[in-house]
């Protein structure tokens, strides 16, 4: 075999085998930290209220009116064929 061949081998599998090592640590170092530092699952957020009033935050039937005279107007429906249930604020 030519030598540069035979380096070129040797060099690849040298390459290879430090790959692979080092993912071979990085297995077991998560290993260990997962052991280490658990995860805590954060608490379920509370339920909110269906309804709420407009001095608590809530959304105000003159909002609520608008929303359905734009939505009527956007899709050329009449305000009458829309119910809106519920608005989440972003």
């Known amino acids: ?5 035979l380096t070129s081998l040797i060099v ?5 085998a430090v790959i692979f090592i080092v993912l071979v640590i990085l297995i077991y170092t998560i ?7 658990p995860y ?25 009116a608008a929303i359905t005279a734009a939505m009527a107007t956007h899709q050329g429906k009449s305000p009458q064929e829309f ?6 604020p972003k």
């Open 1 to 5: 075999m030519d030598s540069t061949v």
């Open 12 to 16: 690849s599998c040298i390459a290879m």
């Open 31 to 37: 290993k260990l930290l997962v052991h280490l530092i």
């Open 40 to 64: 805590v699952e954060p608490p379920a957020p509370k339920a909110k209220a269906k309804t709420a009033s407009p001095a608590s935050g809530g959304t105000s039937p003159a909002i609520v």
């Open 83 to 88: 119910h809106i249930t519920q608005i989440n």
